[in-house]
């Protein structure tokens, strides 16, 4: 077995033409220069899929193109700057929107992968004559008897198989992920080492069309809001919430009610312990919250998902796996189903805090990831 941390030969494997998504982060960065390393010949494409704050504080498009350029400039290869703002738009963003407004909590990145970089971006790069596609995600492609799997990245605290779950086996078949054998600290000494100006250079956070700005600055610009009552579980009404639409399950800041005590909250509760939101009531317009992490109304046993995509183009047959309700989350131990309208149904040994409908549920099978939906709702334990 190779050493984690080493980069993976390819010495006897094809060369091919690679055109490489530079963000002008080092992740990308450091895939560039390890594909040329290993022979093949790689072009540069910087996207811009978002024009709406160009003049913004919190727009770093341009510095991120430049340090994508000064990039290609140390690696010696060329780089195009390609404008996907319009199929942003109509694909990711759109959708997003209508999300929030619907009371979800929307995962923008996982649809970006499917749509933007690989499929806009694919498109484009296969008109150039690439035979592949390479990104910085932290993540691996494996062929096995002609079907491609995806895998988790060998970094388990960078692993980004969870955004990438919608890729279909025409994606993955052009996909390559250089860094996935890697862990990040050897993604930065290998840019100090060559000399990338971005070595040093923070990683990006968020949602990429938002960037460091707060989040519900932005959303007032392109959702409307009617302000309404915050309650707890007993009906009491707690406070007044700016708009559903603000407010994701599980949030603990900015619910402005830390003056309401409950000495007989549920386990976790208590005099002092936070608030959380734990529901949203869309007919009466009417944020509930609950105190303590561990409450009850924050734990789900069970799921339903729908838009389904799976890896390799069938969905798994019922029986035990292993899911991730949201990123960065452990494995969690699970039981699959489907109801009688095709949708997935996921049965947890442990019930998981916060899930939330608009995000993914991914499955995986140990270090493959098999691809997962959209929660549509979580489920009692009766259910």
């Known amino acids: 077995m190779r050493p984690f ?47 709406d704050d ?12 430049l340090d994508a350029a000064s990039v290609a400039d140390v690696l010696g290869i060329e780089i ?16 997003f929107l ?18 933007i970089k690989f499929k806009a971006f694919l498109d484009h790069a296969m008109r150039l004559g690439a035979e592949k596609i390479a990104t910085g995600h932290y993540a691996r492609v494996r062929e096995v008897d002609g ?3 995806l895998l988790k990245g060998l970094d388990p605290l960078k692993d980004q198989s969870y955004f990438l779950h919608r890729l279909s086996q025409a994606q993955m078949s052009k996909a390559m992920f250089p860094v996935g054998h890697l862990p990040k600290t050897e993604v930065r000494r290998i840019a100090a080492d060559i000399g990338l100006p971005n070595a040093k250079k923070k990683d990006s956070t968020g949602i990429c069309f938002i960037g ?29 919430h700016v708009g559903l639409s603000f407010y994701t399950l599980g949030q603990r800041q900015g619910l402005g009610i830390g003056g309401v005590k409950d000495k007989k909250a549920p386990r976790g509760g208590g005099e002092h312990a936070p608030w959380f939101v734990a529901a949203k ?15 009850p109304l924050l734990q789900s046993p069970a799921l339903l998902a729908d838009d389904l995509s799976w890896i390799a183009g069938r969905a798994p047959a019922p029986g035990p796996a292993a899911a991730k309700t949201r990123y960065r989350q452990a494995d969690a131990a699970c039981a699959v189903g489907y109801d009688d309208a095709g949708r997935l149904r996921l049965r947890f040994t442990e019930p998981q805090w916060a899930v939330t409908p608009g995000q993914s549920a991914v499955l995986y099978d140990g270090d493959v990831c098999l691809g997962g939906g959209v929660i549509a709702a979580a489920l009692p334990a009766q259910a």
């Open 212 to 240: 460091e700005r707060p989040f519900r600055e932005f959303l007032n610009k392109y959702l409307s809001h009617k302000p309404g009552p915050i309650k707890d579980e007993r009906g009491r009404t707690l406070g007044q």
């Open 54 to 65: 160009d003049n913004d504080e919190y727009c770093s498009t341009r510095q991120d193109f």
């Open 80 to 95: 195009e700057h390609v404008n996907f703002a319009a199929e942003y738009k109509d694909r990711v963003f759109e959708s």
């Open 147 to 149: 079907e491609f799997q």
């Open 5 to 51: 941390g080493t980069i993976p030969a390819m010495s006897s494997e094809k060369k091919h033409r690679v055109v490489v998504g530079l963000s002008g982060g080092v992740d990308s960065a450091v895939t560039a220069h390890l594909l040329k390393q290993q022979g093949h010949e790689v072009i540069g494409i910087f996207m811009k899929n978002w024009e």
């Open 281 to 295: 009531d869309i007919p009466t317009n009417t944020l509930i919250a609950v105190q303590g992490h561990d409450h």
């Open 98 to 115: 209508r999300e929030y407004q619907a009371g979800r909590t929307p995962n923008p990145d996982v649809l970006c992968n499917a749509e």
